[in-house]
């Protein structure tokens, strides 16, 4: 019976002992998780930097310009020209001068006597062209023929040709250079010059190997 006792009793302190411990280890647990739960604010505050204004003070460069005086050119004498002295002619001196004298004046003469002579040869070769000229078309003419059908059908018109009359008065390079837009007049034309052939040869006046002639023909019905 007392070992009952005992041991019972034995339990009961140990019982009492572990509900001691538990409630002291639940407690503390309680206390920490009040503290977690309560949030700690703390108050951050940006300190801005202070910006320091800066004056730029501007400063005015003043530039003086020196002037370079230029210095003056002193002008360069002038030497005087020194005269040569006079050359004492002798008698040979003068009488080569007036040898010399003597031959240009005749070579002046001789020159006015050429371009006299070559414009009185111009002259006269001109004149004479002139007048063979004139021959010529009247000897060209003689041998013109009009038409038969023109001249009922009274045809008119002028017609210019161009040929070459050599020295010994043969023609060559018998040309149309105008028309008369009437095909049997510019025909009859041509064969003016074909029937005519030939006229009189250059006389001593022409010193040339041939000239060319340009003509106008014309075709004129006459009532």
Known sequence: MNKFIISSSFIFVIIIHFSILNYFKTSKIQDSQIQDNNPILLQIAKIE??????????????????????????PTPIKPVEKPLPIKK??????????????????????????????????KENEYLRKYKTELREEINKNKTYPTISRKLKEQGKVIVSFRVMKNGSFENIKLN??????????????????????????????????????????????
């Open 178 to 223: 105008g028309s008369s837009n009437i095909k049997r007049l510019d025909e009859a034309a041509l064969n003016a010059l074909y029937e005519t052939k030939r006229f009189k040869p250059f006389e001593n006046e022409i010193n040339k190997e041939f000239v060319d002639f340009e003509l106008p023909l014309e075709f004129i019905v006459i009532n």
């Open 49 to 74: 930097p202070k910006t320091e204004t800066k004056i730029e003070v501007q400063k005015e460069v003043v530039i003086i310009e020196k002037k370079v005086e230029k210095p003056i050119a002193k």
């Open 90 to 123: 002798t008698a040979s001196l003068v009488k080569e001068e007036l040898i010399e004298n003597k031959n240009l004046k005749n070579s002046e003469v001789t020159q006015k006597i050429e371009t006299q002579t070559n414009e009185e040869k111009i002259e």
